[in-house]
């Protein structure tokens, strides 16, 4: 039988409550709800924006299928998060860019990792 993780506040556990805090008010608020691969293709796309990022990049990186990448990004593009683009280098290469609508959501974000620190730091 598996042991539940110990409640003590050591670094591993102190970042499980904070991915957990952060997770939660993401949840509970009115905005959008992302899975984690979703999640982890828009913060590769909004925290690098030095890269151009393409679907086939992209799968590459996560180590996952182009079908998934592709279905994943169908969900951030309706939710205005990202715009698609044919590459103008390479007609079969589509680039993936930054929106405002994903700007803001990124700041949303911003806002419950820095609540979530705050509780880390004052139940620490």
């Known amino acids: 039988m598996a042991t539940p993780p110990a409640t003590d506040r050591s670094s591993a556990n102190l970042l499980f409550h ?9 949840v509970r608020s009115n905005a959008t709800d992302l899975t984690a691969r979703q ?8 925290l690098e924006p030095g890269t151009e990022h393409t679907v086939r990049g992209l799968a590459a990186e996560l180590n996952i299928s182009k079908p998934a990448v592709t279905r994943a990004l169908d969900r951030l593009a309706e939710s205005n ?4 683009a044919t590459d103008p280098k390479d007609r079969r290469s589509i680039i993936v860019r930054r929106t405002l609508a994903g700007s803001a959501y ?12 705050k509780q880390a730091q004052e139940t620490g």
């Open 18 to 26: 904070f991915l957990m805090n952060t997770m939660v008010a993401g």
């Open 39 to 46: 999640l982890a293709l828009f913060l590769k796309v909004y």
């Open 81 to 84: 998060f990202i715009e698609r």
């Open 106 to 117: 990124l700041r949303t974000l911003s806002g419950h990792l820095n609540d979530a620190s």
